[in-house]
């Protein structure tokens, strides 16, 4: 196995992913003895064109998915 092999990849179209990375979306599940986890990102484009990326409705969205701050908030100053 290389480094390519722990980095994460977009949900969506496949493509590397920085987590944190401004405008993209996350989902972060645990693993626990009655599920097998999920945890995904989602780069900034597709996070645009096909929306956040989100959990399963049996888990509390508030805590295990989000958005990151999108690249024009960030440069705001507000």
Known sequence: MNWA???P????????????AAGGSWVMVPATDWNMG??????????????QARCSPAYVEAIC??????????????
């Open 5 to 7: 092999d722990y980095q």
């Open 9 to 20: 990849r977009c949900d969506k179209c496949g493509r590397f992913v920085v987590s944190g």
């Open 38 to 51: 999920d945890e995904r990102e989602r780069c900034a484009a597709c996070t645009e064109k096909y929306g």
């Open 65 to 78: 998915c989000g958005m990151n701050a999108p690249v024009n908030a960030a440069n705001s100053g507000g």
